[in-house]
């Protein structure tokens, strides 16, 4: 027997890994962006198409693993105790993202001193329009589908959720009678996988596009004023990682770092594109090679995607500071908390509401008359230089947020077994513990 390990036979050379040629990709996108804008601009179809062919299959590859995953679980393997724990760690790590956006803005005052442009509210108006559905009752009857199909069609990741979970109790509580269809479900998985393999080897043309069009059509010079911003959404994002998301998981004993360069992938699509869903199907895959159980990532993950975007959370609460401030309007610590409070709500419906984050933010503040919606015209302009980094550590958030899970759930194997002895998504999976 050949004393070779597995991992180095017919190990390619580094420029046929997706992480090199994603590299490549963002550098030719900042060269061709900075030196050719023009053409930059023109480059952005290219990050439009890589992220369409991701969506057009993120929808399936929920519901395929929340059904699956949901349909596996044992009878009395504890799912209600795993859906509590989970919203429960949603909200309080949602609610710390919150009170850190709150907390910088209230140090640095990134708006003091700027002015808002007199055409704000024009500039503006057409997302608060879209955000006019954002009331309470709009959100929860939004959740259900016209149809099942439309479901999975739409593309909106909480009624795609709600349909996956019905029809993965049904299964469940079939129990060996619905056995061939998840076994057919399973296979179905695995080819969707496969397909998800192929387009992510365009990642790389998608990251260049990406780049390109970013630089090409924001430049340098134009960020100057909103650097202060900028800066501090991009702070509070690395504080946020480091420090809260390194405490989770020291407390559920893994290491962050390694389990972020297990991801990087994902973390470098999320970058370049700002689109979670487009690093959703290796994110899945990838937390199953780490050891997580496929019912906790079936559940944790489609969720996270809803009601955990750590990220988007405490950019809300940084830009809506920003908008008071520039305005000139004082924002005692009761109107602060009742900010909070609201956008414990509205940035739940983010992955369900088109234009995302700051679609969310313009519903957020319409209820505070006092706070001028138009002066989120001044961020508008450099929103996606701040989606970047809000994004990473949202898939970064809802990978951590599984680790965790699985681990208090008991379905987590030891992480120096799994995570040290991984090079790829196509590691082989590592047998979970045992449930008790």
């Known amino acids: 027997m050949s004393s070779t390990s597995p991992t180095g036979v017919g190990k390619k050379p580094i420029y046929y890994t997706l992480s090199f040629q994603l590299v490549v990709g963002l550098a030719l996108g900042i060269a061709v962006g900075y030196f050719w804008p023009k ?3 023109e480059l952005n ?22 059904v699956t995953g949901f349909a596996g679980m044992s009878k009395g393997s504890g799912l209600g105790k795993l859906s509590f724990r989970a919203i429960v760690y949603f909200e309080v790590i949602s609610t710390l993202a919150l009170i850190l956006g709150f907390a910088l803005a209230n140090i640095f005052q990134p708006g003091a001193g700027l002015a808002i442009p007199a055409d704000g509210a024009a500039t503006v ?4 329009e879209g955000a006019k ?7 929860l009857l939004n959740i259900i589908p016209k149809t099942v199909v439309d479901a999975l069609a739409s593309g909106v990741m909480l009624q795609t959720l709600l349909v996956s979970l019905l029809f993965g109790y049904g299964l469940y509580a079939l129990g060996d009678r619905g056995k061939p269809v998840v076994d057919l479900l399973t296979l179905a ?9 192929v387009i992510l080897r365009l990642a790389p043309i998608g990251v260049f596009g990406a780049v390109a069009f970013t630089l090409g059509k924001f430049g340098l010079a134009s960020l100057l004023p909103l650097l202060k911003l900028i800066g501090l959404v991009w702070l509070g994002c690395l504080l946020f990682i480091v420090f809260v998301l390194g405490t989770v998981a020291h407390l559920t004993r893994f290491s962050l770092w390694k389990f972020m360069g297990h991801i990087k992938e ?8 700002t689109s979670g869903e487009a690093a959703l199907p290796g994110l899945v895959k990838k937390l199953e090679t780490a050891g997580c159980s496929k019912n906790v990532v079936g559940f944790v993950v489609p969720a996270g995607y809803s009601f955990n975007l750590d990220g988007s959370s405490l950019y809300m609460t940084l830009a809506a500071m920003f908008n008071a401030q520039a305005a000139g309007v004082q924002v005692g610590l009761g109107e602060q908390f009742a900010l909070l409070l609201v956008f414990l709500l509205t940035s739940k419906g983010l992955a369900a509401v088109s234009g995302g984050a700051f679609v969310a933010l313009a519903a957020s503040l319409a209820m505070f008359p006092d706070i001028p919606l138009a002066g989120l015209a001044l961020i508008l302009g450099v929103d996606r230089l701040m989606d970047v980094i809000r994004t990473v550590t949202n898939v970064v958030g ?13 379905q987590r194997v030891d992480m120096p077994a799994s995570i040290e002895s991984l090079d790829s998504v196509n590691a082989m999976s590592v047998p979970q513990r045992a449930v008790p």
Do not use: Q, R
């Open 398 to 410: 809802n990978g951590v947020a599984t680790m965790a899970i699985a681990y208090w759930e008991v």
């Open 125 to 128: 108006s057409k997302f608060a």
């Open 266 to 273: 994902e973390m470098i699509i999320a970058f370049t594109t």
């Open 39 to 41: 053409y930059g601009v």
């Open 45 to 66: 179809a290219l990050a439009t198409g890589f992220v369409k062919l991701i969506k057009m299959v993120a929808g399936l590859i929920v519901f395929l693993t929340v």
């Open 133 to 139: 559905s954002l009331t309470t009752t709009e959100f």
């Open 189 to 197: 998985t695995d080819a969707t996988f496969k397909v998800v393999g």
